[in-house]
């Protein structure tokens, strides 16, 4: 085992009910055997059953977070998620554009896992004309790649996100009514199809799960191809041990594994 662990530093919301934003990435990053490392862009009133309110914070806390951790520790990767507001958006890209390049995941947090909306038209600008240059992989949903496009076809919003600057995009299809949940990475060299078994129900933080894991992997050294193959798997397992914490949407099971290990 390395005798040191890459810092992956995420840019995310907090979910006061652990499901998803922040605790979500970190649970998934010590999965992948990496140091989560943490700002938080928003605070979330937030349960199983959506969200009711959520603070974007001020974007100087935001900038200095980010700067007090790369100032002092070797950033080996980023993941970024719920932003709550264009000013944040166009500040946090400037900022990465000022430290040295690393892999960027970005979980592009439109709406709720219950469909309430997060984002307005001048979020959607800054987010292509700005932030997306500082993207390696960006990680929408089906109708998140539609809305940040205007585009239907999924792959044709693909193709107009990587022409907006970012380096890959792999596109979820849970939201999208197939029998199977189909995933798509499109990254220039030739359109690739992830099928997987649609588990029954309603869950709280997959994307998150995803991105955190895949901005772990890389991380560790892998492509892009086989950090988005593993961490689909992962996210996959992680899924079909969900717990009903609440009374809406299922609670990941992101430390499947150490209980596997333990034997209990």
């Known amino acids: 085992m390395e005798d040191t662990l890459p810092v992956v530093l ?7 009910s652990g499901g998803a934003g922040i605790q979500a990435d970190i ?6 055997a ?4 943490t700002v938080v862009t928003a605070v979330t009133v937030q349960n199983s059953r959506g969200l009711s309110a959520y603070t974007a914070q001020p974007v100087e806390t935001v900038l200095a977070q980010m700067a007090a951790v790369y100032d002092d520790m070797p950033v080996a990767a980023v993941k970024i998620g719920m932003l709550g507001g264009a000013a944040l958006v166009t500040a946090l890209a400037e900022q990465l554009g000022k430290y040295h390049r690393v892999p960027v995941v970005w979980d592009p947090v439109l709406a709720t896992g219950m ?3 997060l984002i307005d038209d001048s979020f959607i600008h800054e987010s292509n004309t700005q932030l997306m240059p500082q993207v390696s992989l960006l990680t929408p949903n089906a109708r998140e790649a539609r809305l940040l496009t205007g585009v239907n076809g999924i792959g044709e919003a693909a193709k107009v996100l990587r022409g907006n600057g970012c380096d890959a995009v792999l596109v979820t299809g849970a939201d999208e009514n197939t029998p199977q949940v189909i995933n ?4 220039g060299r030739g359109d690739k199809r992830y099928c997987w078994p649609r588990l029954a129900g309603r869950f709280h933080g997959t994307g998150c799960t995803l991105a955190a894991a895949t901005a772990g992997l890389l991380a560790r050294g892998l492509t892009i191809d086989a950090a988005v193959t593993a961490a689909q798997a992962y996210t ?3 899924i079909a041990g969900a717990r009903p914490l609440g009374g809406g949407q299922g609670f990941l099971d992101r430390f499947y594994w150490l209980m596997e290990r333990s034997g209990v």
């Open 115 to 117: 469909g309430q909306a």
């Open 34 to 37: 990496c140091v989560p490392v």
């Open 184 to 187: 798509t990475l499109f990254d």
């Open 10 to 16: 995420c840019c995310s919301g907090h979910d006061p």
């Open 27 to 32: 649970e998934a990053l010590v999965s992948m």
């Open 236 to 238: 996959h397992k992680s």
